[in-house]
């Protein structure tokens, strides 16, 4: 390939690498990239035609208008979809991105950073389907809230509060999802993106009711690689980011203790979630983001 060329069979693996989206100018243009990325690689993969209905289209059904078919999608899936017109508001999707300190931790880009960036192509796409859709960022408080409603603008307002978020404070998921659970009234969907940093109870506490009052839950629990595989080879002085507190590390700790201790965290996560109805998906914050859009794009479906 010469220097200048595109190589279009990897171009839309490309614009779901979060080392790429690092060196775009700004959040909604790292969601567009992700998303159109991410549609360009369903629109050749055949084995996710069933997902073309809830990217932009739904299955052709007698007594809709032939002209509205997309004769393009035909020839790739041999299925028959209709272009879905602005206004056909299917779901409600609520967005709750975790802030506090520890999702600052990450080596080539924060927790954070890469939550920024699911959410907001999550945003993207649930716009792209005429979803109603609102944000929450939390810590230990509601730092910001937009309501959930499928108005002009929303997804820049929705940028707008990811733009500004910080990672400080640290997890206490009482206050902000008791305030969470006083807003929200309509049953719908909700994406919670943290990385877990909580005992498994009060994660049951404070989620449970969600899913006992008709919310569909999908859990993204993100770790950076450094923390489900680190590589400490001498004594090492770690700081606690939300508590501050410091203790000092050792290398036979790092690499036969600590990978059962993470395993049985995430585990215990997964089992908790299990255990609400709710879907829980691990992601490694280096891996591109399409597994994250398949996952909620196969969770819309499920819950339906």
């Given at each position: 390939m010469q220097i200048g060329q595109t190589d279009n069979k990897n171009a839309p693996t490309r614009l779901l690498d979060p080392s790429v989206l690092s060196s775009l100018a700004n959040l909604e243009l790292v969601a567009k990239a992700v998303v159109e990325g991410f549609v360009m690689g369903l629109h050749r993969s055949p084995k996710y035609?069933?997902?073309q209905e809830f990217v932009e289209y739904r299955a052709y059904v007698d007594g809709d208008d032939p002209r509205?078919?997309?004769?393009?999608?035909?020839?790739?899936?041999?299925?028959?979809?209709?272009?879905?017109?602005?206004?056909?508001?299917?779901?409600?999707?609520?967005l709750l991105l975790d802030t506090s300190a520890s999702m600052g931790f990450g080596a080539s880009h924060s927790k954070?950073?890469?939550?920024?960036?699911?959410?907001?192509?999550?945003?993207?796409?649930?716009?792209?389907?005429?979803?109603?859709?609102?944000?929450?960022?939390?810590?230990d408080e509601v730092v910001q809230y937009r309501p959930p409603t499928s108005k002009s603008g929303t997804l820049h307002g929705i940028i707008h509060m990811l733009d500004n978020a910080e990672a400080t404070q640290g997890t206490a998921m009482h206050k902000p999802f008791t305030r969470f659970r006083e807003h929200v009234k309509k049953r719908g969907l909700v994406a919670i993106i943290s990385d877990f940093y909580c005992d498994p109870e009060t994660l049951m506490e404070n989620v449970r009711p969600l899913a006992l009052h008709g919310q569909d839950v999908i859990m993204f629990h993100l770790m950076d690689p450094d923390e489900l595989n680190p590589n400490i080879k001498e004594s090492t002085l770690y700081e606690d980011m939300?508590?501050?507190?410091?203790?000092?590390?050792?290398?036979?700790?790092?690499?036969?203790?600590?990978?059962?201790?993470?395993?049985?965290?995430?585990?215990?996560?997964?089992?908790?979630?299990?255990?609400?109805?709710?879907?829980?998906?691990?992601?490694?914050?280096?891996?591109?983001?399409?597994?994250?859009?398949?996952?909620?794009l196969t969770f819309r479906e499920k819950r339906a």
């Open positions: 035609g069933f997902s509205h078919i997309d004769w393009n999608v035909y020839s790739r899936t041999n299925k028959t979809f209709i272009k879905l017109f602005k206004g056909e508001t299917n779901s409600h999707l609520m954070l950073q890469y939550g920024k960036y699911l959410t907001a192509s999550l945003a993207y796409l649930a716009s792209r389907q005429h979803d109603a859709i609102g944000a929450m960022i939390f810590n939300e508590s501050g507190d410091s203790i000092e590390v050792d290398p036979v700790f790092m690499q036969q203790d600590y990978p059962q201790r993470i395993k049985a965290h995430i585990a215990a996560i997964e089992k908790t979630a299990q255990g609400m109805n709710a879907d829980h998906i691990l992601l490694n914050t280096n891996e591109p983001l399409d597994r994250a859009l398949h996952s909620y």
